[in-house]
C-alpha cells in the first residue's frame, strides 16, 4: 500500500521532471530560433497554406543565410590567424608565422582546404600538403631554420575561391642594417 507521504513524493518527481523537460525544451527552442534568426515555428499547423510554404521558403533563405554567415566567419577567422603577417617582416616573426603554419597542419591535417601551402623563393620551395603531414612539418621545419633574424621578408598571401587562405609566399628581402653584425 501507498501510504499518503509516498503518493505526494511520487506527484512531486514527475513534476519536477515535467518542470525540468518544459524548461529544456524552451532552451532548445531558443537557441534554435537564436541560429535561424529568431523566426517563430509557423509550421506546428498540420494544414498546409500558402503562407506556411512562403513561410517555409523564407526560413530556408534565412537559414542559408545564417548558414553562410557562420561560413564567412569561419573563414574570417581563420584568415586573421595568418593576415598579421602579411607585409613586410623580421626573421623571427617569419619564424612565428612558420610555427603557427605547423600546429594550423596538425589541427586541420584532415581538412586540406586549411592547410596553406608556402613558397619559399629564397631555395624557390613549394610545400604543399598532400596528406602526408609528416613530409609537411619537416619542410616548414627546415625553412624555419634557415629564416634569418637579421633579414627582412616579404610575405604575400592569396586566396581559394571559398575565401580560405591557399599561399603565403615568403619572399627573401636584404639584410635588415638595424640587427646586422
Known amino acids: 500500500?501507498?501510504?499518503?507521504?509516498?503518493?505526494?513524493?511520487?506527484?512531486?518527481?514527475?513534476?519536477?521532471?515535467?518542470?525540468?523537460?518544459?524548461?529544456?525544451?524552451?532552451i532548445y527552442n531558443s537557441a534554435v530560433g537564436s541560429i535561424t534568426g529568431g523566426l517563430s515555428d509557423s509550421s506546428t499547423d498540420d494544414t498546409v497554406t500558402s503562407s506556411n510554404v512562403s513561410s517555409s521558403s523564407t526560413d530556408?533563405?534565412?537559414?542559408?543565410?545564417?548558414?553562410?554567415?557562420?561560413r564567412e566567419q569561419e573563414v574570417r577567422a581563420f584568415n586573421a590567424n595568418f593576415e598579421s603577417y602579411e607585409g613586410n617582416q623580421t626573421g623571427s616573426n617569419v619564424k612565428s608565422l612558420i610555427t603557427r603554419l605547423i600546429a594550423n597542419g596538425k589541427t586541420y591535417k584532415d581538412d586540406s582546404e586549411k592547410?596553406?601551402?608556402?613558397?619559399?623563393?629564397?631555395?624557390?620551395?613549394?610545400?604543399?600538403?598532400?596528406?602526408?603531414?609528416?613530409?609537411?612539418?619537416?619542410?616548414?621545419?627546415?625553412?624555419r631554420n634557415e629564416v634569418e633574424?637579421?633579414?627582412?621578408?616579404?610575405?604575400?598571401?592569396?586566396?581559394?575561391?571559398?575565401?580560405?587562405?591557399?599561399?603565403?609566399?615568403?619572399?627573401y628581402g636584404e639584410a635588415d642594417s638595424s640587427t646586422a653584425e
Open 1 to 26: 500500500m501507498f501510504s499518503p507521504s509516498k503518493a505526494i513524493l511520487i506527484v512531486g518527481v514527475i513534476i519536477v521532471a515535467l518542470l525540468i523537460t518544459s524548461v529544456s525544451m524552451y
Open 60 to 70: 530556408d533563405t534565412v537559414i542559408s543565410s545564417s548558414i553562410s554567415s557562420f
Open 115 to 143: 592547410v596553406v601551402t608556402v613558397y619559399y623563393d629564397k631555395d624557390d620551395t613549394t610545400v604543399k600538403y598532400d596528406s602526408d603531414i609528416d613530409s609537411y612539418i619537416e619542410e616548414l621545419t627546415r625553412i
Open 149 to 171: 633574424n637579421k633579414h627582412t621578408y616579404q610575405i604575400e598571401m592569396t586566396y581559394q575561391d571559398s575565401g580560405f587562405l591557399d599561399t603565403i609566399k615568403i619572399l
